[in-house]
């Protein structure tokens, strides 16, 4: 009886220093608006990708190995959104937990399609139903109590401990200084917060 070897095949490893490069993006981040019928986005199609993440935020693509780094808040990096569903498949947490926000097309596509298409089309909008977007994070300053509870309390936990950071940072720098507000706030996310000088 002949036994045959299985042939091995690799997937190519892609050079992601040409197509991952940063971009000064800046745009609101609108999930409402979408096109009609299914979604077929290319797999090459470039996206606009913002760290939502204080600090340095790595993604390691499980498929072709590349590492993918942010290095603060903010940053919009662009990849192929072959990148984007390697990371759903592999790394999903940066979906769960917002720990990226997908702000639109890098290239051509932004003609065609909305970015919440790219949501659509990877099945992620479940995870940004309710959001806190960095582009956004000076209104917090403005909300009355009522809308505090009702904008915090449907936060994910890694968007409440975002949230946080920013409150202490708003409060350090006197741009947060109502102690109603901030009562609100800690009473929301269940922990204390700096008090203004």
Same mark, same amino acid.
């Given at each position: 009886?002949?036994?045959?070897?299985?042939?091995?095949?690799?997937?190519?490893?892609?050079?992601?220093?040409?197509?991952?490069?940063? *971009?000064?993006?800046?745009?609101?981040?609108?999930?409402?608006?979408?096109?009609?019928?299914?979604?077929?986005?290319?797999?090459?199609?470039?996206?606009?990708?913002?760290?939502?993440?204080?600090? !340095?935020?790595?993604?390691?693509?499980?498929?072709?190995?590349?590492?993918?780094?942010?290095? @603060? *808040?903010? !940053?919009?990096? @662009?990849?192929?959104?072959?990148?984007?569903?390697?990371?759903?498949?592999?790394?999903?947490?940066?979906?769960?937990?917002?720990?990226?926000?997908?702000?639109?097309?890098? #290239?051509?596509?932004?003609?065609?399609?909305?970015?919440?298409?790219?949501?659509?089309?990877?099945?992620?909008? @479940?995870?940004?139903?309710?959001?806190?977007?960095?582009?956004?994070?000076?209104?917090?300053?403005?909300?009355?109590?009522?809308?505090?509870?009702?904008?915090?309390?449907?936060?994910?936990?890694?968007?409440?401990?975002?949230?946080?950071?920013?409150?202490?940072?708003?409060?350090?720098?006197?741009?947060?200084?109502?102690?109603?507000?901030?009562?609100?706030?800690? !009473?929301?996310?269940? *922990?204390?917060?700096?008090?203004? #000088?």
């Amino acid at each position: 009886m002949a036994t045959t070897a299985k042939k091995k095949t690799t997937t190519p490893k892609v050079d992601m220093s040409d197509v991952i490069v940063p *971009c000064e993006e800046t745009t609101e981040l609108d999930l409402t608006k979408t096109t009609a019928g299914t979604v077929r986005i290319d797999d090459t199609a470039l996206i606009n990708v913002r760290s939502n993440v204080f600090g !340095e935020l790595i993604f390691v693509d499980p498929v072709t190995k590349e590492k993918i780094s942010w290095h @603060q *808040c903010g !940053e919009v990096l @662009q990849m192929p959104l072959s990148t984007l569903r390697h990371m759903k498949n592999g790394a999903v947490k940066f979906f769960t937990n917002q720990l990226v926000l997908i702000t639109g097309f890098a #290239d051509e596509n932004a003609e065609k399609f909305e970015v919440a298409d790219i949501y659509k089309a990877l099945y992620i909008s @479940q995870y940004y139903k309710e959001i806190l977007d960095p582009a956004n994070y000076d209104d917090i300053c403005n909300w009355k109590p009522a809308e505090i509870k009702e904008k915090v309390s449907v936060l994910s936990g890694g968007a409440k401990a975002k949230l946080v950071v920013v409150l202490n940072t708003y409060i350090e720098k006197g741009i947060l200084d109502s102690l109603k507000a901030i009562k609100t706030f800690e !009473e929301v996310l269940g *922990c204390d917060l700096k008090r203004p #000088d």
